[in-house]
């Protein structure tokens, strides 16, 4: 049995008595074993693969730049980091802009927009989008990551990401789902046309949120896994994924306020399974993009 038949012939066995992913974990590991990670190498793995839970925040602080390649710098670069946030947060407790019972996501917010250099005069000013964007994003982030410093880098470095990065790409997204959603079920697509409800879809939920606040936050890392790692397409199959799973339900309601508020609070229960059936959506159409929308 030559080695990559014999790979593929444990890969099938592990996945059979439910240790999917044994090998992928492994694999992982040693490409963080080098002194220089490989961008391109992790990109290409969150790609093909969800990140094991507790290599996750790792790599997403090295894709997001938060952290160099570079192993042996990691703790200095950290130890930058953390100052700069204490600093920044002190900043913000002198003006008298936070106190102690400013919820963490608004701290996160309003660090966010000092070191930007866009604060408001107040905190009783009112929100931008841009800021509503952000403050669900951050959310999400708290739940998945335990220390507050790691939350606020991740989310602000995710924010940049998405207004940079992706800043082209979002507003196509709306139309990619549409021309997916036709191929997949165009009778589900004619009648979202009937209803005038295709215009008035929860796309900032899905688009500039990246469903922050719509999928529980155990379905969403796997979801943020590939944006952070190159492609933001995966959140048009998302959506499509979302449509086709409660076609039922929507194909019901008449008129675009109830279908947009039912799929702004889709029920919980199904999101891992739409999420799995996503990415297989998104491999169908698209093979597994490395670095490109």
Same mark, same amino acid.
């Given at each position: 049995?030559?080695?990559?038949?014999?790979?593929?012939?444990?890969?099938?066995?592990?996945?059979?008595?439910?240790?999917?992913?044994?090998?992928?974990?492994?694999?992982?590991?040693?490409?963080?074993?080098?002194?220089?990670?490989?961008?391109?190498?992790?990109?290409?793995?969150?790609?093909?693969?969800?990140?094991?839970?507790?290599?996750?925040?790792?790599?997403?602080?090295?894709?997001?730049?938060?952290?160099?390649?570079?192993?042996?710098?990691?703790?200095?670069?950290?130890?930058?980091?953390?100052?700069?946030?204490?600093?920044?947060?002190?900043?913000?407790?002198?003006?008298?802009?936070? *106190?102690? &019972?400013?919820?963490?996501?608004?701290?996160? =917010?309003?660090?966010? @927009?000092?070191?930007? +250099?866009? %604060? /408001?005069? !107040?905190?009783?000013?009112?929100?931008?989008?841009?800021?509503?964007?952000?403050?669900?994003?951050?959310?999400?982030?708290?739940?998945?990551?335990?220390?507050?410093?790691?939350?606020?880098?991740?989310?602000?470095?995710?924010?940049?990401?998405?207004?940079?990065?992706?800043?082209?790409?979002?507003?196509?997204?709306?139309?990619?789902?549409?021309?997916?959603?036709?191929?997949?079920?165009?009778?589900?697509?004619?009648?979202?046309?009937? *209803?005038? &409800?295709?215009?008035?879809?929860?796309?900032? =939920?899905?688009?500039? @949120?990246?469903?922050? +606040?719509? %999928? /529980?936050? !155990?379905?969403?890392?796997?979801?943020?896994?590939?944006?952070?790692?190159?492609?933001?397409?995966?959140?048009?199959?998302?959506?499509?994924?979302?449509?086709?799973?409660?076609?039922?339900?929507?194909?019901?309601?008449?008129?675009?306020?109830?279908?947009?508020?039912?799929?702004?609070?889709?029920?919980?229960?199904?999101?891992?399974?739409?999420?799995?059936?996503?990415?297989?959506?998104?491999?169908?159409?698209?093979?597994?993009?490395?670095?490109? &929308?």
């Amino acid at each position: 049995m030559t080695e990559d038949s014999q790979r593929n012939f444990r890969s099938v066995y592990y996945e059979k008595v439910g240790f999917r992913g044994v090998e992928e974990k492994k694999s992982l590991e040693i490409l963080l074993k080098d002194d220089c990670l490989d961008i391109e190498k992790l990109c290409t793995f969150s790609q093909r693969f969800p990140l094991p839970s507790m290599y996750r925040a790792l790599v997403w602080k090295v894709l997001l730049g938060i952290l160099p390649p570079h192993h042996e710098s990691h703790a200095q670069v950290m130890m930058y980091r953390k100052e700069q946030y204490s600093d920044v947060l002190h900043a913000l407790e002198v003006i008298r802009f936070i *106190s102690d &019972a400013t919820p963490q996501v608004e701290v996160c =917010l309003y660090m966010h @927009r000092l070191e930007s +250099g866009k %604060l /408001p005069r !107040s905190p009783s000013f009112p929100l931008e989008p841009e800021d509503e964007v952000f403050l669900a994003i951050a959310k999400a982030m708290e739940e998945m990551v335990e220390d507050s410093i790691d939350c606020y880098w991740l989310t602000r470095c995710f924010v940049n990401q998405l207004n940079n990065k992706y800043r082209d790409f979002l507003p196509q997204l709306p139309k990619a789902f549409e021309q997916y959603l036709n191929l997949e079920d165009s009778r589900l697509l004619s009648h979202l046309k009937t *209803s005038s &409800a295709v215009s008035k879809l929860p796309y900032d =939920l899905w688009f500039k @949120r990246c469903f922050a +606040g719509c %999928l /529980p936050e !155990s379905s969403l890392q796997r979801v943020w896994d590939k944006v952070i790692s190159g492609s933001c397409k995966i959140l048009v199959f998302v959506a499509v994924e979302i449509l086709l799973t409660f076609k039922i339900k929507v194909m019901a309601l008449n008129g675009a306020e109830k279908i947009t508020k039912f799929l702004e609070n889709i029920p919980q229960d199904s999101s891992d399974a739409i999420v799995s059936k996503a990415i297989d959506l998104w491999h169908k159409h698209c093979g597994t993009p490395v670095h490109s &929308a």
